[in-house]
């Protein structure tokens, strides 16, 4: 065995190539959350009208709108579906919104379009997903998903839990998983804006050395209060 061979099989050589893969790891962790920052922030800026909407005129809207994908609920058809499952940006009636509720977090997560107060990362499940992109995903493209079965029947859980829970609708979840980095991005915006609300700049000099004129502090300082401001950057 080679000098060089022996030395990276000794212990400390196999301490220090240890350490270099995980600064390695951790380099492109960093660069995969840096593009996902950004891709995050492209959003925001791309969705900001239906972001910024009154969270129940944005239900009605989508209800209403021709095509719209949040018009019925993806597994059974149900008109005006008023709850979300924002791990798969679909939408669901009652019924089926308390299907997926048993599946656990992990598979779907599930949210009233009504009465919870959605994130960005969550409406925009929806806005880059829906359930025609769904359908697509998952084979056909028809909806609803679940046809020829009757919606309250044992044979009709077990097909949604075996298209939901399966293997092939876990990278399609993932994809929109991410997006609820766009929080973390919305939340870092949010502490810029008031960081930079609360700071003051103090301009020394003006007014000094005259009798208390209309200009100046007593002291001689005026305090200027910065404008707020946010920038979408790079993380």
Request: a negative charge.
């Amino acid at each position: 065995m080679c000098d060089k061979c022996a030395e990276e099989l000794s212990p400390a050589g196999f301490s220090r190539l240890l350490a270099e893969s995980r600064a390695a790891a951790s380099a492109v962790s960093g660069a995969s959350d840096s593009l996902q920052a950004s891709a995050a922030a492209v959003h925001l800026v791309r969705f900001a009208a239906e972001l910024a909407e009154e969270q129940s005129t944005w239900a009605e809207r989508l209800w209403a709108a021709e095509g719209g994908t949040l018009r019925e609920c993806v597994n059974c058809g149900e008109a005006r579906p008023e709850w979300i499952d924002v791990n798969h940006g679909v939408a669901l009636c009652t019924v089926c919104a308390g299907t997926h509720r048993g599946f656990g977090v992990h598979v779907s997560r599930v949210r009233s379009l009504l009465f919870d107060a959605l994130t960005p990362g969550e409406r925009l499940s929806v806005l880059l997903g829906g359930n025609v992109r769904f359908a697509e995903a998952v084979g056909g493209g028809t909806l609803p998903i679940v046809r020829d079965v009757v919606r309250d029947s044992p044979e009709f859980a077990a097909r949604v839990a075996g298209i939901f829970c399966g293997d092939d609708v876990a990278s399609y979840r993932l994809q929109l998983q991410t997006l609820r980095r766009t929080d973390a991005v919305v939340a870092e915006m949010g502490a810029r804006a008031a960081a930079s609300a609360a700071a003051v700049v103090v301009v020394s000099g003006v007014g000094s050395g005259g009798g208390g004129g209309s200009e100046g502090s007593a002291g001689g300082e005026e305090v200027v209060e910065k404008k707020p401001y946010v920038r979408v950057e790079h993380l």
